[in-house]
Each structure stands twice: as structure tokens, then as C-alpha cells.
């Protein structure tokens, strides 16, 4: 596609559910980053691919968090037992590699109630 | 672990003002980026700084990076409403890999 697309673009959950955020990076690209991103604030890192593999998972908060790229291409993060401190955006930016400019897409906004 | 200050936080300011927004970072940094966002939006990247010295522009806005320093500065320069944005810079730590370290952002207003 012509950027990066994140869906879904709302999601409302209830505190103890599981939630499954996707993200479709730009076509070639085989960098791809989770952030959140909370209310005034600036992204803070989640989670790194290079290709299918996580390069950097240093930023998850905890074992709750999980992020999948089984094929270098989509993405998925998976939030189980969700908590009300969850609730953010969370961005994917998708890039050509390593250290190049990140290309976000819109987030998906998280609220667990 | 690094840190990245911008200031100011908000910013208010006439058009056909001047102003300079300045984002301090704490550690080695082999690479500085400048992004806008605009409301309900994603980031859209403005400026790569990938060595000290580094001096950027498109059109009214021009970013600097001076890596001895820890300083970055975005300069606006005969500001239009258009502008009217939150400015984020980023650092990427020369051990950290891939990842990018933000500021908090500096919410600009430009009033007519």
C-alpha cells in the first residue's frame, strides 16, 4: 500500500481481555517498530523487527505484551489480561532497514475501560 | 539511559514571527530526527541529522544539529498558520540499535 495502515484505528476493551493490534508496513520495507504513544507525551519504543525476527524487544513493559512478524511482512501486537494503564496509541512505523527515516502510520487508539 | 528535553513545551506565536525550538539529549547520539504532528494524526518525518553540523531546510522551517553539544534546534522562520503542529524530535543512541528515543514535544500555535 502507499503507507503504512494500522487497524484497527479504535478499539474499546474491558480490563482482563485480550486485545490484537495489526499493522501492514509499506511495501519492501523490512524495518518495523511498535510505539505508544500516550497524551501528550512523545512515542515511547515497544518493540523492533528487522524481517521477521525482534531485534529489539527491550521496550515491551512487561510479559503481557507480544508482537509477531511471522512472514517480514504484517505485524501483530498482542496485549493479554489488558489493564487501564494500557489505554494509548499505539503507532507502527515501518522503515528500509535499520537507522532510516520511520515512516508512522495513524495508531490505533486503545482504551480499556 | 538517554534523554531527550525539548523546550519549549508550547509555544505561541504571531505570524510572521521568528522562534527556535531546542531538543537536549543526554548521551552519545549518531542520529537526531525532527517529526510533525498534527491533531488525531500520525507523525509525519521532517528532518534526518545524521552528523554534527548538520543543517536541514524546507521552506520555513530549518533544523541544525550540533552532536558535541547534545543540541538540536528547529528554527521557524516567518511563521504561517499552517505550522500550527506539535514538533517532536528523536534520538537514536549509538548502542541502542534501531531505536528512537523522543522528547515530549513542543505544541506551536501560530495565531494570526
Known amino acids: 500500500g502507499a503507507g503504512v495502515s494500522q487497524t484497527p484505528s479504535n478499539k474499546v476493551t474491558e480490563k482482563g481481555k485480550y486485545v490484537e493490534l495489526r499493522c501492514d508496513p509499506i511495501?519492501?520495507?523490512?524495518?518495523l517498530y511498535w510505539y505508544r504513544q500516550s497524551l501528550g507525551q512523545g512515542p515511547e519504543f515497544l518493540i523492533y523487527?528487522?524481517?521477521?525476527?525482534?531485534?529489539?524487544d527491550s521496550g515491551l513493559p512487561n510479559d503481557r505484551f507480544f508482537a509477531v512478524r511471522p512472514e517480514g511482512s504484517v505485524s501483530t501486537l498482542k496485549i493479554q489480561r489488558t489493564e487501564r494503564g494500557d489505554s494509548a496509541v499505539y503507532l507502527c512505523?515501518?522503515?528500509?532497514?535499520?537507522?532510516?527515516?520511520?515512516?508512522f502510520g495513524s495508531g490505533t487508539q486503545l482504551s480499556v475501560l | 539511559e538517554l534523554k531527550v528535553e525539548q523546550n519549549p513545551l508550547f509555544l505561541s506565536m504571531q505570524e510572521g514571527k521568528n522562534y527556535t525550538i531546542y531538543c537536549n539529549y543526554s548521551t552519545t547520539s549518531d542520529r537526531l530526527y525532527w517529526y510533525r504532528q498534527d491533531p488525531g494524526k500520525s507523525l509525519e518525518s521532517l528532518f534526518v541529522l545524521l552528523s554534527n553540523g548538520a543543517v536541514k531546510q524546507e521552506g520555513r522551517l530549518m533544523a541544525s544539529l550540533d552532536t558535541k553539544a547534545r543540541l538540536s534546534t528547529l528554527h521557524i522562520t516567518a511563521a504561517v498558520h499552517d505550522l500550527s503542529a506539535t514538533y517532536f524530535c528523536a534520538v537514536g543512541e549509538e548502542t541502542s540499535g534501531s531505536r528512537l528515543t523522543f522528547g515530549e514535544g513542543t505544541q506551536l500555535t501560530v495565531n494570526p
Open positions: 511495501s519492501g520495507h523490512t524495518a
Open positions: 512505523a515501518s522503515s528500509w532497514g535499520p537507522n532510516e527515516k520511520l515512516f
Open positions: 523487527f528487522q524481517g521477521t525476527g525482534a531485534a529489539d
